[in-house]
């Protein structure tokens, strides 16, 4: 079974819809990341979560929001969306023992979304 | 504040023949450097990272990458290549709570 593992894999909405993906995890991993990646953008970090009281922006956090719900979940959510929103999404957890920046990151499958 | 650029966006190389992906790095703290690879509709997966300690850093597959301060770069390298090497690679830096992934190097190989 995957370590870390997104729902849906793949969703097309309608602009202004809210969408919700998940991210569940079962390598007890403290730390967890949302990513968008867009083609020849690399990927672009969202939100991160250092715990399940910590969260905190990333670089492109606007239009988008979070929820850890508890230490193996974190969702990510897109209360109204736009057709820039399309993009592929993945999560990642990392360990978080020690000093972040040395963390190896952790990828789940990615969500395909459309927003038309 | 930090930046990573990978300096090709597509590599072709024939198989048995060496891997050379180039990144290079600005950052105004001691960087963490990574190298991840993404399979076809897969996730990211760690290849190797530099994390101050060795320069040079032998990764999975037969991938190393060697960092050069003097030069600010990190490239990646494998002395042949296999057609399951066909995958796009990613340089990440991280530092100054921090992570920024490079665009990204699409790898071609050809039989």
């Known amino acids: 079974d995957a370590d870390v593992t997104q729902t849906p894999r793949n969703r097309i909405t309608k602009t202004g819809k809210r969408i919700m993906l998940e991210c569940s995890q079962t390598k007890g991993h403290d730390r967890m990341y949302w990513y968008r990646q867009d083609p020849g953008l690399g990927l672009r970090l969202i939100y991160y979560s250092f715990d399940v009281k910590d969260i905190n922006k990333g670089e492109i956090s606007d239009g988008y929001s979070v929820s850890r719900q508890a230490q193996a979940k974190f969702s990510l959510s897109l209360e109204s969306a736009i057709p820039n929103q399309t993009a592929l999404y993945f999560c990642a957890t990392s360990e978080g023992k020690g000093d972040w920046s040395t963390d190896t990151q952790y990828f789940g499958p990615g969500t395909r979304l459309t927003v038309l | 504040a930090q930046s990573v650029t990978q300096l090709d966006s597509h590599v072709s190389v024939s198989e048995g023949t060496p891997v050379l992906l180039r990144c290079n790095y600005s950052?105004?703290?001691?960087?963490?450097l990574f190298w991840y690879v993404q399979h076809p509709n897969k996730g990211l997966q760690l290849l190797l990272k530099y994390t101050s300690a060795a320069t040079l850093v032998k990764g999975i597959n037969g991938f190393e990458a060697e960092f050069k301060k003097s030069e600010t770069s990190f490239h990646l390298t494998k002395p042949s290549a296999h057609m399951s090497d066909a995958a796009e690679y990613f340089c990440?830096?991280?530092?100054?709570?921090?992570?920024?992934f490079g665009a990204g190097t699409r790898l071609f190989v050809k039989a």
């Open positions: 950052s105004s703290y001691s960087p963490s």
């Open positions: 990440v830096i991280t530092g100054g709570f921090k992570t920024i």
